[in-house]
């Protein structure tokens, strides 16, 4: 059997923990998702999210081991987000995997959140994406385009300057009333709406590949202010959600010209709205790699598979291994 490495994510509002060898072979993926807790809020109370963690962290570790069918004798090295993220939940994880590494006696490795979104493409059924590739990390707080020449190597193409795109779907959809959170509620009610219902802005920001969705954001409370009853709730969040993956695509367009490359990685949580998984394999010419839906959301899979090449390194870290809230990638 390939090295299996235990991996632990506790970067937002889920606790995760899997077991992944090999850097691409999933033995499990467990996942414990807070949504009841912070629905009733709008958005994400940090607070509230590192106390779940405290709670559910140690059996979602061992539902994970008992999935896998595997003991600690058996394991490798235990990794773990280290950030970026809430720092609330990142000292639970983190503390939590430095506990393992010692009882056990294991290698610890410390990974970026945002490292495991791009190596989620590598945990493909059918194999890894042909590098090099564009990987667009699209979630509720990151929207960031990198090239991608192998694991470990990045660099950095573009990112948000204000809201991220999921970020924004979760403020229109509050001001919407349809609840947290609203990135999915958003998806499925486009399918029956008007995309050209509401000419909303493009922010497509010439010259950059970096990100803005504030603006947009804006554009729809000043639209609702207006209170206009013959534009229909479908319609309204079918206008927003095509003014947002106009800018994603283009965006992708602008950086594979740019860099010259073909291939095109999707990973994050709104990697899962079907809206832009489907325009996304519309672009001529260009392969795509879209992880399923369980991969794109916050998972601890894609920890493991960013894990492996430094394990395979020995880039390991050590019991003062300490989270950050902001960590970018390199």
Known sequence: MNEAILAI???????????????????????????????????????LASRR????????????????SISFASV???????????????????????ALAYVHKLPLIGVNHLEGHICSAFLKEGGPPTLPF????????????????????????GRS?????????????????LGFPGGPVIDRL???????????????????????????????????AQNTPDISTEDICASFQAAVIDVLIRKIEWATAQENITSVALSGGVAANDGLRQRITELKGIETY??????????AAMIGAAAYEQFLKGDFADLRLNPKAYLPVG
């Open 9 to 47: 994510d506790t970067s937002c509002d889920d606790t995760s923990a899997a077991v992944v060898c090999g850097g691409s072979q999933i033995l499990s993926n467990v996942v414990s998702g807070q949504n009841l807790v912070h629905e009733r809020f709008g958005g994400i109370v940090p607070e």
């Open 53 to 68: 963690h405290l709670e559910m962290i140690e059996g979602v570790v061992d539902e994970a081991m008992t999935a896998a």
């Open 76 to 98: 490798s090295a235990v990794a773990v987000c280290k950030g970026p993220g809430l720092i609330g939940s990142l000292i639970v994880g983190t503390a939590f995997a430095k």
């Open 134 to 157: 564009i990987s667009l990390v699209v979630s509720g707080g990151h929207t960031s385009l990198y090239r991608v020449d192998g694991c470990g190597k990045y660099k950095e193409l």
């Open 161 to 177: 300057r204000d809201d991220a795109a999921g970020e924004a779907y979760d403020k229109v959809a509050k001001m919407l009333g």
């Open 190 to 224: 486009a399918r029956t709406g008007n995309p050209r219902a509401v000419s909303f802005p493009r922010p497509y920001m010439p010259q950059t590949l970096d990100f803005s969705f504030s603006g947009l954001k804006t554009s729809v409370r000043s639209f609702l």
């Open 290 to 299: 879209i992880p399923p839906k369980p991969l794109c959301t916050d998972n």
